[in-house]
Antibody
């Protein structure tokens, strides 16, 4: 069965960077795109970016103005999200989520358990 | 970027009620809408994709409709386990694939 297991909670100071991981299992890793979505406390879902593990192509929301880097390690079936220049507004639960289908994006059918990132001085 | 305007932001309903949530896209997105349910402390769960296709394992009381700019999620007979927050997401063309603001369904 498809499983996405995310790394543990992080506490960071403003200005620092954080790197989160999402280890996939139960399917052919290179075949399905992976997204990162975050949710600030009490707020809605925010799409951050996407990677296609097969060729490493990525795209992130312009909102993050270059602060987001999404990578993958195909030998470890793992995708990573790095967020730099952290500020208090980045405090949120970060989710990885896998495409439901191969090819055209129709939604994310599988989600990790989420990783809480707290940014505080 | 395509904006998704979801309404209402919250609603109160009783078990057995019929509930409708709407989402309006800022441009024509054909049928590229998905709907998610999220319960407190949990990751979102995909209910419907391609506007009206029920995800495997999702109860048939959930249904989706619409195309173009206007979309609807309907729960035909609200059950206790359906009290949650619901989000639409547009999946049209290129990213960013934006979400609606969410609708919290509460017990009346």
């Amino acid at each position: 069965q498809v499983q996405l297991v995310q790394s543990g909670a992080e506490m960071k100071k403003p200005g620092a960077s954080v790197r989160l991981s999402c280890k996939a299992s139960g399917y052919i890793f290179k075949t399905y795109a992976m997204h990162w979505v975050r949710q600030a406390p009490g707020q809605g879902l925010e799409w951050m970016g996407w990677i296609f593990p097969g060729n490493g192509n990525t795209r992130s929301s312009q909102k993050f103005q270059g602060r987001v880097t999404i990578t993958r390690d195909t030998s470890a079936n793992t995708v990573y999200l790095e967020l730099s220049s952290l500020r208090s507004e980045d405090t949120a639960v970060y989710y990885c989520a896998r495409d439901l289908t191969v090819g055209t994006y129709l939604g994310s059918g599988y989600w990790g358990q989420g990783t809480l990132v707290t940014v505080s001085s | 970027d395509i904006q998704m305007t979801q309404s209402p932001s919250s609603l109160s309903a009783s078990v057995g009620d019929r509930v409708t949530i709407t989402c309006r896209a800022s441009q024509d997105i054909s049928s590229y809408v998905s709907w998610y349910q999220q319960k407190p402390g949990e990751a979102p769960n995909l209910l419907i994709y391609a506007a009206s296709t029920l995800q495997s394992g999702v109860p048939s009381r959930f249904s989706g409709s619409g195309s173009g700019t206007d979309f609807t999620l309907t729960i035909s007979s609200l059950q206790p386990e359906d009290f949650a927050t619901y989000y639409c997401q547009q999946c049209y063309s290129a990213p960013p694939w934006t979400f609606g603001q969410g609708t919290k369904v509460e017990i009346k």
